[in-house]
């Protein structure tokens, strides 16, 4: 019987491209937007085998689905098996092309819903203004222990057998009734949903959250959408083939710019249903930590959060023109020093940093960005022998980021500034600072900077703004430990003596986290303010008080959430 199904042309763009590493492209697109066929094939066997088995899967599945027979479900499921049954018949044929298969994510959309059929590592997302959700599983060890929460998607996105499979499309004969081969998923696809197909180049390469917030920047713009996610996998190295297909409903882009970044829906759910809820009306951070709770909650839903911000590998527009210099704590024959790095940069070119310990202070060019290649493994310490008082960075001028480093401060080794902004437009993301400072951001008179996805567990003000400065921060954790005091540039012995003596005794009431002074500007929304009492930030007037605590979730060191 012939499908009479409705299949709404969804706005639609498809991209793929071989990557910084190899020459050749194994993967393919699947973009049939009127029969509402998306899809991503990633051949393997090596050059010729792994494309020809990916021209081969789609030659036979876009015939397949031109057939408007049986349900979606028996459609792809149809489809995979019939391209899995012709492509090992052609490798058995030929010696030469003996081991040649592929993965495939296959969607078809109709009547308000999307079908998947799914077998190997490639993915498919859905994204709603609630934030984007994984729908396919991986058929992998790995993605397995990711899916299972046993592992984070940071740890799985570098592990040595992130690679490896025990699906595919090609090596043996089968059914298209046969269980546990092709996975099939049913979900709708409302008016403001959107998905996103791709292959395993470009989820190895940048996680969900930045996939997010691509889409959020370029939402409307399909074709914008896939060079950007393509761009932002090159930049972060390029290891694989990259292919993005992409379509959104036609009141997608409208709700999710008027949306407000989310983590992650899968992740959070079981969190947000065990926490007891809320009023529709709240943020997701007070619906998760609504009521009174206990520190132990509090923690577990901090690092939760913790973990998904630090995987948030943010600033995903690739400079126009500028360079990507490599810097590690030591030179080699291929990689030089920071210090030679910020010497050689000019405006638009971007610093990686690359892991370790970075015991130096870096005054970071006008314009020019640095970030760490993998989110908090660039460590920022004082270095021995350092005196008076030691910042971290120094950020003057305009434009550029500061993403993904980590700053630590010690009794040992204080660190009083994490970073110092002195200019205008800055973009400060991912940033995290542990210890005693006397300000993790210090914000200079005129300064103006964003802050999103960083934490902070300081003892004393983690952001201090001077006059006029403005500051716009948005999904941080700020938590003040038990017990620490706010590290001065030098210490008597007197006030060494009373530090140490405050130690075992709870945080004062005025530790701030953050301090304004006449004339500064704060925008906050969606931060988490934790044991800093009931007003966390000294300079607010009255009026802006009531908002705050509206947009932001605070937990007094009492146990109770506002």
């Not at 913790?306 to 210099?325: D, F, K, N, Y």
């Not at 200079?444 to 006029?468: K, M």
Request: glycine letters at 10%; one cysteine or more; hydrophobic letters at 45%.
């Amino acid at each position: 019987m012939a499908d009479s199904a409705t299949i709404p042309v969804l706005l639609s763009a498809a991209l793929s491209d071989p990557g910084r590493v190899r020459t050749n492209n194994e993967d393919l697109p699947i973009l049939d937007a009127e029969r509402g066929v998306f899809g991503v094939i990633d051949g393997v066997g090596g050059h010729a085998a792994g494309e020809l088995a990916a021209a081969i899967a789609r030659d036979v599945i876009l015939q397949r689905l031109a057939r408007p027979l049986g349900t979606p479900a028996e459609r792809v499921r149809e489809a995979i098996a019939i391209a899995n049954n012709e492509i090992f018949r052609r490798a058995a044929s030929e010696p030469t092309l003996a081991g040649m298969t592929c993965v495939v994510t296959l969607a078809v959309v109709s009547d308000g819903r999307v079908t998947v059929g799914h077998v190997g590592d490639s993915r498919l997302y859905k994204l709603r203004p609630s934030g984007v959700c994984k729908l396919t599983h991986d058929h992998s060890p790995v993605g397995e222990r990711e899916d299972a929460h046993e592992i984070g998607e940071i740890e799985a996105m570098h592990h040595p057998r992130r690679h490896e499979v025990f699906r595919d499309v090609g090596s043996a004969l089968r059914d298209k009734d046969e269980p546990d081969y092709v996975e099939v998923i049913d979900d709708t696809l409302e008016d403001d949903a959107a998905i996103l197909v791709c292959s395993d180049g470009l989820t190895d390469m940048i996680p969900s959250a930045t996939i997010e917030r691509v889409v959020r920047l370029h939402a409307g713009d399909a074709g914008a959408v896939t060079t950007a996610l393509v761009a932002a996998a090159n930049e972060a190295g390029g290891r694989d083939n990259v292919t993005v297909v992409y379509a959104e409903s036609p009141g997608f882009a409208a709700a999710f710019k008027a949306g407000t970044p989310a983590i992650p829906v899968s992740d959070v759910a079981p969190a947000a249903d065990a926490a007891g809820g809320g009023t529709a009306g709240r943020s997701l951070g007070a619906r998760l930590l609504a009521g009174r709770t206990t520190w132990f909650i509090v923690g577990a839903v901090l690092g939760v959060l913790g973990a998904l911000l630090l995987a948030w590998r943010l600033s995903t527009e690739v400079p126009v023109g500028g360079r990507t210099i490599v810097a590690a704590p030591q030179a080699s024959e291929t990689v030089g020093t920071l210090a030679a790095a910020v010497q050689t940069a000019h405006a638009g070119d971007v610093i990686r940093l690359e892991p370790g310990t970075y015991a130096e202070s870096i005054v970071v060019p006008e314009g020019v960005s640095l970030r760490a290649r993998v989110p908090g493994s660039a460590v920022f310490v004082r270095p021995p022998g350092a005196t008076g008082e030691w910042v971290a960075l120094v950020a003057p001028g305009d434009g550029g980021a500061i993403s993904g480093l980590r700053i630590t401060s010690t009794a040992e080794a204080p660190v009083q500034v994490g970073v110092r902004v002195d200019g205008q437009g800055r973009s400060i993301e991912l940033l995290q600072v542990d210890g005693p400072v006397t300000a993790g951001v210090d914000m200079l008179e005129d300064a103006s900077a964003t802050l999103q996805g960083s934490h902070f567990a300081v003892a004393g003000p983690a952001i201090v703004l001077a006059a006029r400065s403005q500051l716009d921060a948005t999904g941080n954790v700020f938590v003040a430990p038990a017990g620490s005091s706010p590290v001065v540039p030098a210490l008597s012995r007197r006030a060494a003596a009373v530090a140490a003596s405050r130690t075992a005794q709870p945080v004062a009431p005025s530790i701030f986290a953050m301090r304004l002074e006449d004339g500064a500007r704060v925008v906050l929304n969606r931060n988490i303010f934790a044991g800093f009492g009931p007003t966390p930030i000294k300079g607010l007037t009255d009026a802006e008080r009531e908002p705050m605590r509206t947009a932001n979730v605070v937990v007094s060191p009492d146990l109770s959430t506002r």
